[in-house]
């Protein structure tokens, strides 16, 4: 919960805002002034581009400067959509536009220093899934296959579509080359804050419901960008699972709102802000994955 202070600027953050949902958007009209704080939204605002419209009205009013990711349901494109809707690139091109006209800064502008921690970069990053986050004796072409053993099956199957790219892998390495180049230019002793709606890590991003789900939920390829980029936080959404959890002297902050069911509404959106920078030390609040079966009945240590 977010606490307020006189200790100057603070960044938080949020994700998976979904306002689509009245209970949601009714709480996010409701979240008061914050007017030195910087605010992350880490991806799914919405299915419409008006819902991201929304969104962004309120926050930036609201807000400093606020620091915006697409996420999976922002990019959803219905089977039934008219030719007037944008797909693919075009689509995350659209959000992008409509971030910038609102004043937030997107994955497509230049990263920014923290003005409390001069050297500590702010950097969103848009960088998708490429079914890798699966047990090694599951192959790539298994990788849906053996999600659905468990009834479990991601809406990106139908609805998120890479165009121009062959598929939503190539889109993801695309995305992870750009961004790395990015990151690698970057001086050599600065540190960063890295957010991405999708979790980082493998060993993060398997929901103890519905492990399985880790099929759509990141890339190896990041594994180790929290200590290969001296990161201080690594901000992610995705999972509606809102933890804790450190990895390599790394804090891993996972800040999803999520549907109604996931939040209590008596609390109220401010409740669910998470403090990144300057950080109050939230270890009481470290989330320990279920053992997994996978890793020979251990859970994950790396």
């Not at 960044?11 to 030195?36: C, F, G, K, T, Y």
């Not at 219905?78 to 995350?92: K, L, V």
């Not at 053996?146 to 139908?158: F, I, K, M, N």
């Amino acid at each position: 919960m977010f606490k307020p202070s006189d200790a100057g600027p603070r960044l938080l953050a949020i994700s998976d805002l979904h306002v689509s949902h009245r209970a949601n958007r009714e709480a996010l009209a409701a979240i008061p002034m914050h007017q030195d704080d910087w605010l992350i939204v880490a991806g799914d605002v919405g299915e419409k581009r008006e819902h991201l419209e929304f969104a962004l009205d309120v926050l930036a009013a609201r807000f400093a400067k606020v620091i915006w990711t697409a996420g999976n349901h922002d990019l959803w494109c219905p089977p039934d959509a008219g030719p007037d809707r944008t797909r693919g690139q075009a689509r995350y091109d659209e959000l992008v536009a409509i971030g910038r006209r609102f004043g937030a800064l997107t994955p497509e502008d230049p990263f920014v220093e923290w003005p409390g921690a001069p050297g500590t970069f702010i950097v969103p990053m848009f960088l998708l899934f490429d079914y890798t986050f699966r047990p090694p004796g599951v192959s790539e072409s298994d990788a849906i296959a053996w999600a659905r053993e468990t009834a479990v099956v991601s809406g990106d199957e139908q609805m998120l579509q890479p165009a121009p790219w062959a598929s939503t892998a190539a889109w993801c390495h695309a995305r992870c080359d750009a961004t790395m180049a990015r990151l690698d230019a970057l001086p050599a002793d600065a540190r960063t804050v890295l957010i991405n709606h999708w979790p980082l890590r493998y060993d993060l991003a398997r929901p103890p419901r519905v492990p399985r789900f880790s099929v759509w939920s990141g890339t190896t390829r990041t594994e180790d960008w929290g200590r290969r980029y001296r990161a201080v936080a690594v901000v992610s959404g995705h999972l509606h699972l809102r933890t804790t959890i450190w990895r390599h002297g790394v804090r891993y902050e996972e800040v999803s709102l999520g549907y109604p069911r996931d939040w209590r509404a008596e609390r109220g959106l401010d409740w669910y802000l998470r403090e990144i920078l300057p950080g109050t030390g939230r270890d009481a609040h470290r989330f320990v994955p279920p053992r997994d079966p996978f890793l020979g009945g251990r859970p994950p240590t790396g």
